[in-house]
C-alpha cells in the first residue's frame, strides 16, 4: 500500500492551500482516510478525518480554516486549507486506515511521505 501526497510549499499568512493525497495497491476496503501533521518539536496531530461514507469530522481545534473531501471509493483525500497561519507550518501527513484483504481481521495504519507546510511572510 502506498500513499503519495502533493500539493504542500511555502504560502504567506492569509493564504490557502489544498493538499492531495491517493492511496494504490493491495486495498480490500478503507475504514478511513484522514490528515495529520507534525510541526518541529511536536507531536503528530490529528487534523481531520474522512469516514468511509466521505463524512468529514474535524480535531475541535482545527475546525473552521480546514475542510476535508474525497471520495473514499475512490481512494482519494483532500485537505484544504484557508487563511493560513504560521503556527500552521508542519509536515502534513495522509493517513488510511484500511484492510488489504477479506481475511485481515482488523484494518491498519498506513502512512503517506508527509508533504511540508510552511507558512511565513
Known amino acids: 500500500v502506498q500513499l503519495q501526497a502533493s500539493g504542500g510549499g511555502l504560502v504567506q499568512p492569509g493564504e490557502s492551500l489544498k493538499l492531495s493525497c491517493v492511496v494504490s495497491?493491495?486495498?480490500?476496503?478503507?475504514?478511513?482516510l484522514a490528515w495529520y501533521r507534525q510541526a518541529p518539536g511536536k507531536q503528530r496531530e490529528l487534523v481531520a478525518v474522512?469516514?468511509?461514507?466521505?463524512?468529514?469530522n474535524y480535531e475541535d481545534s482545527m475546525k473552521g480554516r480546514f475542510a476535508i473531501s474525497g471520495d473514499v471509493a475512490k481512494n482519494t483525500v483532500i485537505l484544504q486549507s484557508d487563511n493560513l497561519k504560521p503556527e500552521d507550518t508542519a509536515t502534513y501527513y495522509c493517513?488510511?486506515?484500511?484492510?488489504?484483504?477479506?481475511?485481515?481481521?482488523?484494518?491498519?495504519?498506513?502512512w503517506g511521505q508527509g508533504t511540508q507546510v510552511t507558512v511565513s511572510s
Open positions: 493517513n488510511a486506515k484500511l484492510r488489504e484483504t477479506r481475511t485481515q481481521y482488523l484494518p491498519r495504519d498506513y
Open positions: 495497491g493491495r486495498i480490500f476496503r478503507i475504514s478511513h
Open positions: 474522512l469516514a468511509s461514507d466521505n463524512s468529514p
